[in-house]
């Protein structure tokens, strides 16, 4: 990265090669003016600091996340749009595990940029609520449902992504597994009034 051609949106971007290449919780300033080839006070005429910088990160990467499962859903309904959004969820953080890493905490409004950052969670979300109005999932229990399937999502790529599946089966199988189960569930999602009515299960012994 040329020195004279440094700029905020490079910074951002060289952050962003730069936690997929090594690691979200090994980003520092230091290591980036390294990286780029500068003194560390330059990095500040561009970011207010590593708080900024992350915020950043996470910025571009919910709205990067958000642009790749939107296109996979377009004319997409039900199954078809969960399978396609979910292998485009997979992708993207196999592709850029240490982007991703920033865009995963919920933001807070003492964050850097949090107006911006709530807008692109939002459009993500968007998607997922989409695929989930296909399902006839609406009402408070969207959100429940949501939440469902991104746990999913995440924990099964973060997994993958840290090499954490070292039993010996393919683990595209067991991800198209995963997202079958998660479709069987929404088509028989329960909405939460129901259960709390249901008689519970006497576990006690006779």
Known sequence: ?????????????????????????????????????????????????????????????????????SKAAVGRARGDALRTVAVAYRAYVLEHPGRYAASVRAVGPEDALADERQAAAAEAVDVIFAVLDGYGIAGDEVVDAARAVRSALHGFAVIESAGGFGIPREIDRSFSAMVDGLDRALRSWTPSAERASSPATDTSEA
């Open 1 to 69: 990265m040329p020195r004279a051609g440094l700029t905020r949106k490079i910074v951002v971007e060289q952050a962003a090669l730069f936690a997929d290449e090594h690691g979200y919780e090994q980003l520092t300033l230091a290591a980036l003016a390294k990286r780029a080839g500068v003194a560390l006070p330059s990095l500040y005429k561009h970011v207010a600091g590593l708080d900024a910088l992350k915020a950043e990160l996470g910025l571009l990467a919910t709205r990067e996340l958000a642009e790749v499962m």
